[in-house]
Structures are given as structure tokens and as C-alpha cells.
């Protein structure tokens, strides 16, 4: 029969939930220009998943292997439970819980390489672990999870499959029928009618009739002890769920503290890194600024030796020309006095 293929079934379930109706849609519209209408009313039958049970889907269609070793384990447990084999199925909780809290590491580094999932601070692992772990009480939900077609996550209080007791509800009427009724005998003989000892055949039923009520009255209370024994352990498993649940957020704030953190470290090493280069910029600035001022230093003095030069041959120069002019005065003095 026609239909949507597995692949594309998988791509929308890898499809985050804000966009998995787009995505969907988007489909549906491709298959109907295609004229495929079944694969189309197929397809708009697809519910949008909730967050916890696309990380449940996306970790069964991106580890696979992994889903599959929590299915066959499952099923192992489930047959312990059923054969009450108390050595095997405490091995196989010991091993349930390290798959389950493998996978939630799983499910963590799988959401970390989505761009669009949630923060690690925000995502729902609690309803996560609860999912898996009711994988391994309903095999229904083993088999959603395997598939990677959840629609929301899933949760179970008790520790495995346990049998459910057929009651049966005991009135007035049924007690007084049962005294009334004539006591056959074993095997295929009829009844002979009463005769002599009336009394003590009556005696007789009286107290089968008390001795049967009796082993009803400690069966029911046995079976009342077993589910309030249920019911604590139900009690106690939700106690423990909640504590694991303040623990998971616990630990997801400070590891959100730890990351924010870290990105802060990361940027103030950046913005240190920035001002040493600047400071290696100014050092080399400052050393050539230096030796342009020391070049600069030795030219001015080369330049005051130089005017000073200047200056004394100037001087001279003056000197000379002041001598220059007084011989000739004198020759000039002396020309007058001998006309």
C-alpha cells in the first residue's frame, strides 16, 4: 500500500516541535502537486511531538543500537519479572539503571548538536529518563520508543511488570447462597436424602462454610498487603523521582552557571589578549619613537656644532674686514698728511 517512506517519517520526527506542523505541512502540499493522496491524508495524520518525546525520537533515529539494547533488556526484564527470578532481576535493574542514565547523556549530546534545541538548561531529561524507564514496564511503549514515533513521554511508578489479581467482590447474598447450599460429594455419587443427624451434618457445613470464609478473608488480606506494599514502593519511587528530579535540575543550573561561566572566562582572556597586543603595538611605537628622537638629538648637535662653526668664521670673517678697513683708513690717513 502507498505511502509516506520510512526516511521521510523519520526527517519530520528529527524535525523540532516548533517546526514539525511547517514541516508537515510542507510535505503534505508536495505530496499533492505529486497526486499521491494517500501518502498526503497519511501524512496530516501526524501529531506534533512534545519536546521530551522528540529527544526520546531522536535518539532512536540517530542511535538506533542503542534503543535496541534498551528493548532487548526490557523484554529480559520483564521475563524476570514474570518468573520472579530475584538474583537475575536485580542484575537486570542494576543494568536498567546504567542504560537509562547512559542514554540521558546520549539524549544530552544529541540535543547539544541541534541548533535549534533547547538550552541544556531547559531540557526536560526527567520526562526523558521517566520514558525510558517505562519502556522497560510496557512493552507498547518499548516498542513507540524503538520506533522513534513518540508523541509525548511516559511515565510508570511501579519496578517492572506486575500481575494484575482477579477480585472478586464478595456480598451478604453470596455468603448466605453458600451456607444454604447442599454439600455434594466427591466424585460422581448423587446426594442421598438427609436422615438421622440433621443437626450435625449442619454443624459440618457451618464450619466448612466458616473455614472457607476464613482462607477467603486471609487471601484478601493477603492481597491487600501486597498492593500496600505496591503502593509504598510506588510512594517511595515517586519520593526518589522528585528528589532525582530537584537533583537533574540542580545539576543542570550549575552546569548552565558553569558553561556561562566559562564563555565569560573565555571572553575576558580574549579582551586581556587584545590589550597585550595594543601594548606590544605601543612598546614597538614607543622603540621607534626613541630612536627617531635620538637620531633627532644627534642632528640638532650636529647642527649647534655646525652654527657655532659658523658663527666663530663669521666672526673671523668680521674681524678681518674691520682690520681690512682700518689699514685702509690709516693708508688713506697717511696719503692726506703727505699732500
Known sequence: MPGPSTELVQQLYRTPPDRFVAARDAAVAEARRAGDATTARQLARLRRPTVAAWL???????????????????????????ELRGPRLRELSAQ??????ALVVEVRK???????APPAGRLPLAEVEATLNAAFSDAEVAEQVRAGRLLRAASYAGFGEVPRPQLRLVTGDEEKQEEERPARRPGNQRERPEAAFPADRATSRDRTTRADRAAELAEQAERAAQRAARAERARQRRALDRELGRAQADQERVEAELTEA??????????LDGIEAELAELERRRAVA?????????????????????RRRAGEVEAAIEALVAEEGDADAGDGAAD
Open 290 to 310: 626613541e630612536q627617531d628622537l635620538s637620531r633627532a638629538k644627534l642632528a640638532r648637535r650636529a647642527a649647534e656644532r655646525a652654527v657655532t662653526s659658523a
Open 56 to 82: 526520546v525520537n531522536l535518539l532512536a533515529i540517530r542511535r538506533p543500537e542503542l534503543v535496541a539494547d534498551l528493548v532487548q533488556l526490557a523484554d529480559a526484564l520483564r521475563t524476570a519479572q514474570r
Open 262 to 271: 566559562t564563555a565569560q572566562e573565555r571572553d575576558g582572556a580574549a579582551v
Open 110 to 116: 544529541l540535543a547539544a548538536a541541534e541548533p535549534e
Open 96 to 101: 536498567r539503571r546504567a542504560v537509562v542514565g
